[in-house]
């Protein structure tokens, strides 16, 4: 008689607490799959970085096809990573998370972050091979290997982040943690539910056919508030888009810019489409996969664009453009300000942004759209 109480840890279905997927009994299962080179990737800090950290798994596929990859993630972005087939084992950072590490063996840590924190975490895990940013006995940021002391020189060197360095965060970042860069896109799998909310709008309120989707996201995060563009631009730009290219108009946001978007629907001249600033994340991108193009500070809303491989006009002031890769679906624009980038939190005098146009903006987003 068989023992039916036979268990196979070393399965990468095996939940331990509970039946895995398939409900069957590990003896003899057909399913059983064991652990390729297991893989821990920490990269958990800002969302719209680590939407724009995904190309890595396209990476590792490519060079490890068997590997079983686990990322850490702040709660906050679980959901943008929630659906992605390449990502076996997601979880989120918490005390949990932590102590399960240092219980665990893997055969690389792909450490992305330069929080003390993080880093100190990847130099706890055990693993033979360990790639990226860690800690040193001071407790200062440190690298694994040579490959990632250009991204490191980047955070302590003005000159070299503001002036010389042309390399695109994607590509630094393939370099950093010793992978081939083959322009790899965003990895990101949009929900079908997630959909839902946008269909359910557009319908109700009977969006006109046949014209182009232009969605305006009108804020620019909490962190840096000099990345907004000015609220008598957006006015002004509504105008030209609705009389030149006869488009609809969206408002998108959050409930930081509940308030402005309220007033822009109220002053604008003509109607436009407030999608409402209580949208889930997953539901914000839904609202904007209908666009055909976004325009948007370099913030979040751009990565989820190009993410969704939306047209995406991007205004930059204080941040660096050159590290912002479109893919050939996006147009950058900038005013060349003397002081930018500056990486300024707040600034009395955002010319950086003031400078770039409506009428720029405009012919921006028709360039796009008549590019096929």
Request: charged share 25%.
């Amino acid at each position: 008689m068989k023992n039916s109480l036979l268990v196979r840890p070393d399965c990468v279905y095996f939940k331990g607490e509970k039946p895995c997927k398939f409900k069957r009994a590990c003896d003899g299962c057909p399913q059983f799959k064991p652990f390729g080179p297991k893989i821990l990737v920490i990269k958990c800090r800002a969302q719209g970085d680590v939407l724009r950290t995904t190309p890595i798994l396209t990476g590792l596929r490519r060079k490890y096809p068997n590997a079983f990859i686990t990322w850490v993630v702040d709660e906050e972005s679980l959901e943008l990573l929630g659906d992605i087939p390449l990502i076996d084992r997601l979880l989120p950072l918490n005390i949990e998370t932590v102590l399960a590490l240092q219980g665990q063996r893997f055969d690389s840590v792909y450490s992305l972050d330069k929080d003390p924190g993080l880093v100190a975490l990847a130099g706890l895990v055990s693993a033979p091979r360990k790639f990226g940013f860690g800690l040193n006995e001071h407790g200062n940021l440190t690298v694994f290997s040579p490959a990632a002391d250009y991204s490191m020189r980047l955070g302590v060197d003005d000159d070299l982040k503001f002036k010389v360095n042309q390399k695109s965060y994607q590509r630094m970042i393939f370099e950093a943690v010793e992978l081939d860069y083959r322009d790899d896109d965003y990895v990101f799998v949009l929900p079908e539910e997630a959909r839902a909310k946008a269909a359910a709008f557009f319908k109700a309120r009977r969006v006109p056919a046949g014209r182009p989707n232009i969605g305006l996201n009108t804020g620019a995060g909490a962190k840096f508030t000099t990345k907004q563009w000015p609220e008598a631009h957006f006015l002004a730009l509504i105008k030209l888009l609705k009389r030149t290219m006869k488009a609809n108009i969206f408002l998108l946001g959050g409930e930081r810019e509940k308030a402005l978007n309220r007033r822009l629907a109220g002053r604008a001249a003509t109607f436009v489409f407030d999608t409402g600033t209580d949208n889930s994340l997953l539901e914000f991108a839904g609202f904007l996969e209908k666009m055909d193009a976004v325009v948007c500070s370099d913030t979040l809303a751009m990565h989820i664009a190009l993410a969704l491989k939306r047209k995406t006009v991007v205004l930059f002031g204080p941040t660096c453009p050159q590290e912002i890769e479109t893919y050939g679906r996006g147009v950058k624009l900038l005013a060349g300000a003397e002081c930018a980038p500056c990486y300024k939190q707040t600034c009395p005098d955002p010319v950086c942004m003031e400078s770039i146009t409506p009428v720029q903006v405009l012919a921006a987003v028709r360039g796009l759209l008549e590019t096929k």
